[in-house]
């Protein structure tokens, strides 16, 4: 399985593309979002580490974000499978780059990209079997 990794400088760039992804018939099960949230962080449901969104969910992955505090990045807006992998790695700074690195990337790639969550970029990450 692929991840295909974005990185935007907004937090609603990021949660335009996770709706266009899933007009494009992109389960919710396979996209994540990580990011600042904004507006998402004052009205947040909890997230439950052991349960992946259902594709058949209707309100989709935006509805399903949670909370999470990473030292170093602060509090984020954390939905999809990656919320699940930080979890499972104990929401640290480094909890970010073993979870991308798990999902297939190369360690500057995952450095690279927590860094720049560190900095208040947001993340759209989308797994995808190989063609």
């Known amino acids: 399985m692929l991840t295909h990794t974005y990185i935007f400088d907004r937090y609603t760039e990021a949660k335009e593309a996770v709706t266009a992804l899933e007009a494009s018939a992109i389960s919710p099960a396979f996209i994540s979002l990580v990011g600042r949230g904004g507006d998402d962080l004052m009205s947040l449901h909890a997230y439950a580490p052991g349960e992946q969104i259902a594709p058949v969910n209707p309100s989709g992955l935006l509805d399903a974000l949670g909370l999470m505090v990473i030292p170093g990045a602060g509090p984020l807006?954390?939905?999809?499978?990656?919320?699940?992998?930080?979890?499972?790695?104990?929401?640290t700074g480094q909890a970010v780059v073993e979870t991308l690195?798990?999902?297939?990337?190369?360690?500057a790639d995952a450095q690279i990209i927590a860094e720049a969550l560190h900095r208040g970029a947001s993340v759209v990450a989308v797994r995808a079997n190989a063609v």
């Open 101 to 107: 690195k798990a999902a297939g990337h190369k360690d």
């Open 77 to 91: 807006a954390v939905g999809g499978w990656f919320a699940a992998g930080i979890a499972a790695r104990g929401t």
